[in-house]
């Protein structure tokens, strides 16, 4: 287009015949030119109704499209690294192993002792790994968000720094995430955390046990306590980093559904399709069976998860009849130390704020 144009200015008519050609030309030109804004006019037509039509109608039609949104456990960032080798992650006293929640189904699970034991930790085996719970002080079950593995940069981060605070701390891929087997959905991510939690509690000598969720994980961890709950043997204490309420309104607020939000019939092409997978995710319903203390950490500054939803989550708790007499503990950080979504571990105001809501004291550096 634009060097047709060109093309028709460089050249300079010489003559009358020349002359009526060129006026031809232009004559031609504007039409190209009243042509052109009608095909961008089209094109513009074409995106939006790709946009605003083609795309919801597919992932009405194909609803397992939003299941995989929402899981993203295909997106295994960081890509090249080996799971069945933390050391490369600067983890030197991380054990990895496989456990099977199921007949058939091997899920990758990592544990990390506690910083101070690294020396003892060097060349050791599962079985001295195993039988180093038994005489924990403490001990943290970690449920990792979507996307990425157990050794994404910001959890291995998280790691380090609980385990420098004297934690053991057992993290792992649900079925469908990193080197674990099989698919994920709610329901399987809830029984292999239940699964590992059990596995973890009957290899502590009485020792705490703290459930830590971040983000999608969050999710998890209030399914998983709500259940404990249920049999009156609630964990220790639930940790929530930047949670949401539920994923209906998660899913709203996400930026990946920021040009949607406000297309009438949004929530039945993108929140019932969600539904339709039998994803709630239901962590402001399931505060009301909790009973054990709460911690709510989120990061003003929040993209991914708003930190309002945080705010609103921790509302609903404190306004729940089985929490009532439980601590039940709001942090927020302010945007101007940029922890956004998944660098609350970097504060160094967690030690203090860990042992002030556990009630204990923790070896700070
Ligand atoms: C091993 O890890 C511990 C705990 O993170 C750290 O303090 C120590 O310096 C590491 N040792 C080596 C040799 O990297």
Redesign the pocket.
């Given at each position: 287009m634009r060097k047709r144009n060109a093309s028709l200015t460089e050249e300079e008519p010489r003559g009358e015949a020349a002359a009526a050609a060129g006026e031809k030309r232009s004559a031609m030109g504007k039409t190209f030119r009243r042509r052109s804004v009608w095909w961008r006019l089209r094109r513009l037509f074409l995106a939006l109704m790709l946009l605003y039509v083609f795309i919801p109608v597919i992932v009405k039609l194909c609803p397992s499209i939003q299941a995989k949104l929402v899981f993203l456990n295909f997106v295994r960032v960081p890509y090249f690294i080996d799971l069945k080798r933390p050391l490369d992650q600067?983890?030197?006293?991380t054990h990895n192993f496989y456990l099977e929640p199921e007949p058939g189904v091997r899920v990758g699970v990592w544990h990390t002792v506690p910083?101070?034991m690294?020396?003892d930790a060097q060349n050791k085996d599962g079985h001295w790994f195993e039988s180093s719970l038994g005489s924990a002080q403490s001990a943290i079950l970690y449920l990792h968000g979507n996307a990425g593995t157990r050794g994404g940069d910001h959890r291995v981060q998280l790691y380090?720094v609980l385990?420098?605070l004297g934690f053991h701390v057992i993290a792992f891929d649900y079925r469908g995430w990193g080197d674990s087997d099989g698919s994920p959905s709610e329901l399987s991510m809830t029984s292999d955390a239940l699964f590992i939690y059990h596995w973890l509690k009957v290899r502590l000598n009485k020792a705490p046990l703290y459930v830590w969720g971040h983000s999608l994980g969050t999710g998890v961890a209030t399914n998983v306590v709500r259940r404990l709950c249920d049999r009156d043997s609630p964990p220790d204490a639930l940790i929530l980093e930047s949670p949401f309420t539920n994923i209906r309104e998660e899913a709203k607020s996400h930026p990946f559904s920021m040009v949607y939000r406000f297309l009438p019939g949004f929530d039945w092409f993108f929140l019932d399709t969600i539904s339709a997978n039998d994803i709630y995710f239901a962590s402001d319903d399931n505060v009301n069976h909790i009973s054990c203390p709460v911690l709510i950490l989120h990061a003003e500054d929040d993209a991914v998860v708003p930190f309002h939803l945080g705010k609103k989550l921790y509302h609903a708790a404190s306004r729940s009849q089985s929490l009532s007499g439980h601590k039940v503990q709001f942090v927020p950080f302010d945007s101007s130390l940029s922890y956004k979504h998944k660098f609350i571990y970097r504060s160094p105001e967690l030690a203090h704020i860990l042992s002030n809501f556990l009630e204990t004291s923790l070896p700070t550096h």
């Open positions: 600067g983890l030197n006293h910083a101070h690294w020396r380090k385990s420098a």
